[in-house]
């Protein structure tokens, strides 16, 4: 059975730094590219960055403007996402998401099949 | 403002049939074939419904289906149930970026 469980959340001062990790079972996790995606409290679910299965290609939604940096060991298993200068807005439910990538010529096209039960965290001001 | 316009809420009785629409651009929704749904309960994580805009993985209720018209996906529940209450949020490749869609999502109120 997949799991990815996430951890690592919690309350960090505006400003501040915090590293979130994702440990995944039940697949061949370097096989398989992956996400992180956010939802804000009450709001919808937003984006927030995209790894290739070998790590060599990573996207982030424009709106981070490069304080947070996702990335992969896959000896481990295991995605993380560290988050450098928080701000309020980025309080959050962080979701990582397994791309279910076979089949599809571009990761883009293909959809999240997976996600894991997501870890909060919240930035104070 | 979500790059995906979805209804705020939608509602239905038990056994009636529900459509949540999902509208994009001809960049997105209306260029290619690739719209997901996702089913989120309140406080758990999202669960992939429809890809490809009419696929269900294996487990989905056949009540759960997808289509699409130019540049609107829609989800159609038929047979509402209670624990179909929920909220709902489309995905679509875009061509505009290298980002991953969503829409604001709708909640589902079985009345």
């Known amino acids: 059975e997949v799991e990815l469980v996430e951890s690592g959340g919690g309350l960090v001062k505006s400003g501040g730094s915090l590293t979130l990790s994702c440990v995944a079972s039940?697949?061949?996790?370097?096989?398989?590219?992956m996400n992180w995606v956010r939802q804000a409290p009450g709001k919808g679910l937003e984006w927030v960055a995209s790894?290739?299965?070998?790590?060599?290609?990573?996207y982030y939604a424009e709106s981070l403007k490069g304080r947070f940096t996702i990335s992969r060991d896959n000896a481990k298993d295991s995605l993380f996402l560290q988050m450098n200068s928080l701000r309020a807005e980025d309080t959050a439910v962080y979701y990582c998401?397994?791309?279910?990538?076979?089949?599809?010529?571009?990761?883009?096209?293909?959809?999240?099949?997976?996600w894991g039960q997501g870890t909060l965290v919240t930035v104070s001001s | 403002q979500s790059a995906l316009t979805q209804p705020a809420s939608v509602s239905g009785s038990p056994g009636q049939s529900i459509t949540i629409s999902c509208t994009g651009t001809?960049?997105?929704?209306?260029?290619?074939?690739?719209v997901s749904w996702y089913q989120q309960y309140t406080g758990k994580a999202p669960k992939l419904i429809i890809y490809d805009v009419t696929y269900r993985p294996s487990g989905i209720s056949n009540r759960f289906s997808g289509s699409k018209s130019g540049n609107t996906a829609s989800l159609t529940i038929s047979g509402l149930q209670a624990e179909d209450e929920a909220h709902y949020y489309c995905?679509?490749?875009?061509?505009?970026?290298?980002?991953?869609?969503f829409g604001g999502g709708t909640k589902l109120t079985v009345l």
């Open positions: 790894l290739s299965s070998s790590g060599s290609y990573i």
């Open positions: 039940g697949f061949t996790f370097r096989d398989y590219p």
């Open positions: 998401a397994r791309v279910s990538a076979f089949g599809y010529s571009s990761s883009w096209y293909a959809p999240l099949d997976h």
């Open positions: 995905s679509s490749y875009t061509s505009r970026s290298t980002s991953r869609l």
């Open positions: 001809s960049s997105d929704v209306g260029g290619y074939k690739y």
